[in-house]
């Protein structure tokens, strides 16, 4: 396969970030096929004109079913609000594409059910944006919690943090919007349970208390508008490992920008890291003089791959953007029938279970199963 044609639902946020990975993995990973950036599509033609110039896509399109029927058009990246992505993938899935939907996977359960059963049917690859799964320290991390490095682990403690929601005067957004989905469960949850699901298959159960810090936001329009979705949540869980572990999100937390950490501890260490600094985690082994152990500093570098495609130097540091282009360079390798670092529909209904235990449990104060 000399190319493959590529469509986009969608320019904001996530539509350039993944049109920066189809423009930039070719480049970067300099196997696989070429992406062609064929069709792209937006609310408005002027906007989606505007786009595809920028992004260098040949077509654009007020009417993302236009990307859908494209003939041209193998894969589509579709980064459109939550409440779309079920109604998006189906069409793809049916018209034969493969498909990259952002997280979550969908609002309901049986949405999510649907998009997993249509990927298997139509035999095509089907990958969320699970993002943060492919940092190489994030496979670093699990190639040393394999090789019992850090022993047995017992316990986690996994934090989500921004401050995107803390002004109690942001404007009312789709993302305070009941069509939306929960708020923190599925907005940001899903980023933990990712890593989580990577690196120790998965929670079993979970306990949770859900909480809306401000009940209504302004409207552009003047008036207030009742937020229906909850900016913080803290959950009890238990890993299919066995090990205990605490979830804490926040959508409302001032000063953090993009905190997503956790803390693993075994027998024999704990690894700690953060995505606010995320070229670098922390590993304490308990071996050697305890008078001088301690946490020591890993930078990323060449050593952890794929870091070596992207910068030869050590220390220099990958960014956000850069996962997204590794999770590009994964699906391609997905759609070669080669082994891939994805999170599929299937798996990701896994982690849709999770989300909707966690409500559930919130709602009748009581542990659930995943
Ligand atoms: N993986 C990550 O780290 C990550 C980060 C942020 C957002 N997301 C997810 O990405 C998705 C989009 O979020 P965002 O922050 O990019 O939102 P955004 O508001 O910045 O962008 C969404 C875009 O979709 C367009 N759109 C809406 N309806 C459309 C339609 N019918 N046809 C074509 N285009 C349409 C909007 O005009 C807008 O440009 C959400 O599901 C979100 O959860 C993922």
Redesign the pocket.
């Known amino acids: 396969m000399q190319s493959i044609g590529v469509g986009l ?9 993944h049109a920066l990975a189809w423009n930039g993995v070719k480049p970067v990973f300099g196997d696989g096929p070429r992406p062609r950036l064929v069709h792209l ?3 408005d033609a002027d ?2 004109a505007r786009r595809a110039a920028e992004f260098g896509f040949e077509r654009a399109t ?3 079913r236009d990307v859908v029927a494209d003939p041209e058009v193998e894969v589509v990246s579709i ?4 409440a ?2 079920a109604e ?1 993938a189906l069409a793809a899935l049916a018209a034969g594409k493969h498909v990259w939907c ?3 996977m969908a609002v309901t359960l049986a949405d999510a059910e649907r998009m997993a059963a249509a990927a298997r049917a139509a035999g095509r690859v089907a990958a969320l ?4 799964i492919q940092n190489p320290l994030i496979r670093h991390i699990g190639a040393l919690l394999a090789a019992g490095t850090i022993g047995v682990v017992n316990h986690v403690r996994f934090e989500m943090d921004e401050d995107f929601m803390a002004d109690p005067e942001a404007p009312f ?2 993302k305070s919007d009941a069509a ?1 989905g929960y708020g923190a469960p599925d ?1 940001f949850g899903v ?1 933990p349970l990712s890593l989580i699901a990577v690196l120790f298959g998965g929670v079993a159960r979970v306990m949770a208390q859900l909480a809306k810090p401000y009940a209504d936001r302004p409207l552009a329009g003047g008036g207030r508008r009742a937020v229906a979705t909850f900016d913080s949540a803290c959950v009890l869980m238990e890993l299919r490992n066995g090990a205990t572990g605490i979830m804490a999100l926040n959508r409302a937390a001032w000063g953090r920008k993009g905190r997503l950490a956790f803390q693993i501890f075994g027998s024999g260490g704990t690894i700690a890291y953060d995505q606010e600094r995320m070229n670098e985690f922390q590993l304490f082994t308990a071996s050697g003089d305890p008078a001088e152990q301690g946490f020591r500093t890993v930078l990323t570098g060449p050593v952890h791959p794929p870091y070596e495609r992207f910068i030869p130097a050590p220390g220099h540091g990958l960014g ?1 953007n850069d996962l ?1 282009l590794i999770e590009c360079h994964e699906l391609l390798n997905a759609v070669a029938g080669r082994p891939a670092r994805i999170i599929d529909f299937a798996a990701g209904l896994g982690i849709e279970r999770a989300v909707h235990a966690i409500v559930r449990s919130h709602r009748e104060a009581s542990w659930f199963d995943v």
């Open positions: 639902i969608g320019t904001g946020y996530m539509g350039k970030c599509a937006e609310i906007l989606a007020a009417n993302w980064t459109t609000p939550n779309l992505h998006m952002e997280k979550p944006g699970y993002n943060y957004s789709w939306s907005d980023h956000f997204k």
